[in-house]
């Protein structure tokens, strides 16, 4: 099992559609990151948490410490928007900055 | 602007060479990183450094190698004894006692 899972893998929704992406992981963290990659590949960075929410724009994240769970919102949701978002932990074990990995989620906004 | 290179954006290869990928950054960052990334996986660690001449093996280094002599690059050598080459390459940097790791545009190899 991997130690950062992501869900849906896939997720196709209609422009204005309000977009939920969930990330859980088993291990003790210091922060979480969620970043998204576009087709072209480059990767920026959206947020860094370690408790509660954050918000930019129409994006929302949040996260459960207790439950080891994180989800990114998307608000009114737009065809450019279509991405890949990828959840990466730090675990309170390392000392050395390495990030855990999920696999990503790969968003289709439709006009 | 400040950033990180990643060149060349393609890069083709014939089986059993080397190849070298190139990763500037002119962010002062003192921590470099290089990621492969496979179609449905999450990123793998190959190697990173903290600090110049100095580097450490990631999760799958095995076929890879890198330098670091100078802050501003990170070349990575993908050697013929990696056995899958073929994959996305991102190099990050990262500035010290923070999280945020700040990401190249990526190589994707392709070895014919």
């Known amino acids: 099992k991997n130690e950062v899972e992501q869900s849906p893998q896939n997720l196709t929704a209609q422009e204005g559609e309000f977009i939920t992406i969930n990330c859980s992981y088993s291990?003790?963290?210091?922060?979480l990151h969620w970043l998204q990659q576009h087709p072209g590949g480059g990767i920026v960075s959206l947020f860094m948490?370690?408790?509660?929410?954050k918000k930019h724009g129409r994006l929302i994240a949040t996260i459960n410490i207790q439950e080891k769970h994180s989800s990114l919102h998307i608000t009114a949701s737009h065809p450019r928007d279509s991405a890949v978002y990828i959840c990466?932990?730090?675990?309170?074990?390392?000392?050395?900055?390495?990030?855990?990995w999920g696999a990503g989620t790969k968003l289709i906004i439709k006009p | 602007d400040g950033g990180i290179t990643q060149s060349p954006k393609y890069l083709f290869r014939k089986e059993g060479q080397n190849v070298t990928l190139s990763c500037e950054q002119n962010?002062?960052?003192?921590?470099m990183y290089w990621y492969r990334q496979d179609p449905g996986q999450g990123l793998r660690l190959i190697y990173y450094?903290?600090?110049?001449?100095?580097?450490q093996k990631g999760d799958i280094a095995e076929g890879y190698s890198v330098s670091r002599e100078k802050k501003e690059s990170f070349p990575l050598t993908v050697t013929s004894a990696q056995k899958n080459p073929t994959a996305f390459y991102l190099c990050?940097?990262?500035?010290?006692?923070?999280?945020?790791?700040?990401f190249g545009p990526g190589t994707r190899l392709t070895v014919l």
């Open positions: 990050a940097s990262r500035v010290s006692s923070y999280n945020e790791q700040f």
């Open positions: 962010l002062n960052h003192d921590a």
């Open positions: 450094s903290q600090i110049v001449n100095d580097f």
């Open positions: 291990v003790g963290i210091s922060a």
């Open positions: 948490l370690s408790s509660g929410k």
């Open positions: 990466a932990v730090r675990s309170v074990l390392d000392s050395n900055y390495q990030l855990i």
